[in-house]
């Protein structure tokens, strides 16, 4: 998964309560994006950060934040969780694959909000 | 603003037989797009991109999509289909600007593949 490390890779928790996942990279990407996958919406990107302290919204980012303190890691924080956000998470990052910029994805965090 | 639709939400399709998917993108300049393969409970694997140049495109696993600039598609084609290539599979459009890169994607084709 280049380098990409999400955790936890499973988690439940009861609404209300606050969630934090973690996306770790090793390979000093600047580009680190969050997504949820939902089934009949495909992926729609919650957050993502252009470098430490820069980030900007996602079509979904209502329920959200996010923080980038250093380079490898870019963390997605539930202030409050609601069952609506149920769902799996990925984390990606920029990477180049021939001579173009593509994303690069990690295994993913299932989270349930009970 | 950028998107994405795939038309089928799920295809049948034996073993052997060609597989064709389709995709159908919204973007206001030449695009980057992308398809990406999901096997169940895996992560996103990269199956081709198109970012200019020839308009068909190879990828791994005997992949090609050919991009349709006319018709706002970039479908994916396979000759063949093994039983491995059951999954789900997401069209994806990429913003050109290098300080603003991100995808948008469809809501995903899944592949049933039958003997």
């Known amino acids: 998964d280049a380098g990409i490390t999400q955790s936890p890779r499973h988690k439940v928790t009861e609404t209300g309560t606050p969630v934090t996942l973690r996306c770790h990279q090793t390979e000093n990407h600047r580009y680190m994006y969050w997504y949820r996958q939902d089934p009949g919406h495909g992926l729609r990107l919650i957050h993502y950060s252009y470098g430490v302290k820069d980030t900007d919204k996602g079509e979904v980012s209502d329920g959200y934040s996010v923080s980038r303190s250093k380079t490898e890691d870019f963390l997605l924080t539930l202030e409050s969780a609601t069952s609506s956000q149920t769902s799996v998470y990925f984390c990606a990052i920029r990477t180049v694959s021939s001579g173009a910029n593509v994303l690069t994805f990690g295994a993913g965090s299932r989270l349930t909000v009970l | 603003a950028q998107s994405v639709t795939q038309p089928d939400i799920h295809i049948t399709v034996s073993e052997g037989a060609s597989l064709e998917l389709r995709c159908n993108y919204s973007y206001g300049a030449t695009p980057y797009l992308f398809w990406y393969v999901q096997s169940p409970g895996q992560g996103l694997q990269l199956l081709l991109k198109y970012f200019s140049g ?29 039983w491995s290539d059951a999954a789900e599979y997401f069209c994806a459009v990429g913003s050109v600007r290098s300080n603003d890169y991100k995808l948008s994607f469809g809501a995903g084709t899944t592949v049933t593949v039958r003997a």
């Open chain 2, 54 to 82: 020839d308009t068909l495109v190879q990828g791994i696993k005997g992949f090609e999509a050919e991009f349709k600039r006319s018709q706002s598609s970039f479908n994916l084609r396979k000759p063949s289909v093994h």
